[in-house]
């Protein structure tokens, strides 16, 4: 079973960038979708970003379009979530999984393969 293990996490102003990263044990080319979700403290998890085979098979939550952009390169087994503009309703703990379900899913039920989170802290 693949392994996921987020990094990039930090402590940024409103208005300010991150990149966080998912990187995987095994090639990713043979996994179609991949995800972001995110966890406020005393909040359940939500959808937040999710690719598929290709650069534009992409699907956001509308509380981060246009702010954050998801990718990934097969070549070295990662995805990635640039944050652009980022408020202090982004803080959050990441995680990034594989979608088993449905291309197009939001719903954390069809993710699997969970990564361990990043926090991401951003004051304002």
């Known amino acids: 079973q693949v392994q996921l293990v987020e990094s990039g996490g930090g402590l940024v102003q409103a208005g300010g960038s991150l990149k966080l990263s998912c990187a995987a044990s095994r090639r990713t080319f043979s996994i179609s979708n991949m995800g972001w979700f995110r966890q406020a403290s005393g909040k359940e998890r939500e959808f937040v970003a999710a690719?598929?085979?290709?650069?534009?098979?992409?699907y956001y939550t509308d509380s981060v379009k246009g702010r954050f952009s998801i990718s990934r390169d097969n070549a070295k087994n990662a995805m990635y979530l640039q944050m652009n503009s980022l408020k202090p309703e982004d803080t959050a703990v990441y995680y990034c999984?594989?979608?088993?379900?449905?291309?197009?899913?939001?719903?954390?039920?069809?993710?699997?393969?969970w990564g361990q989170g990043t926090q991401v802290t951003v004051s304002s």
């Open positions: 690719i598929g085979w290709g650069a534009d098979d992409t």
């Open positions: 999984a594989i979608n088993r379900g449905y291309y197009g899913s939001r719903d954390q039920t069809t993710f699997a393969s």
